[in-house]
């Protein structure tokens, strides 16, 4: 059974740094392009960063570019998402999710995901 697990999630105040990990298992992930979506209460899920396949080809959402780093291993079949500079608008349950690389930012659908974990971002 396929399963992407997300860690790392926590209760950081504006200014700290946090590192997420996706863990993914019983599939083949090393040919899909994985990376994060996230939901800010009471808003819609929106794409934050994805990696192709061999890990050089990354995208993200211009709220984090310069902030946020997207980094993949495929010998452990884990994606990190390395958030510096982090700030209260931030405050999100963070998703993992696997599948076709423009599929992440233009509403395609994903083959997997995860079940999220919580970041938040004190002031």
């Known amino acids: 059974q396929v399963q992407l697990v997300e860690s790392g999630g926590g209760l950081v105040q504006a200014g700290d740094s946090l590192r997420l990990s996706c863990a993914a298992s019983?599939?083949?992930?090393?040919?899909?392009?994985m990376g994060w979506f996230r939901q800010a209460p009471g808003k819609e899920r929106e794409f934050v960063a994805v990696?192709?396949?061999?890990?050089?080809?990354?995208n993200y959402a211009d709220f984090v570019k310069g902030r946020f780093t997207i980094i993949r291993d495929n010998s452990k079949n884990t994606v990190y998402l390395q958030m510096n500079s982090l700030k209260p608008e931030d405050t999100a349950v963070y998703f993992c999710?696997?599948?076709?690389?423009?599929?992440?930012?233009?509403?395609?659908?994903?083959?997997?995901w995860g079940k999220g974990t919580l970041v938040t971002v004190s002031s």
């Open positions: 999710a696997a599948g076709a690389f423009s599929n992440f930012w233009n509403g395609g659908s994903m083959d997997y």
């Open positions: 019983g599939g083949t992930f090393s040919t899909r392009s």
């Open positions: 990696s192709d396949w061999r890990g050089t080809i990354k």
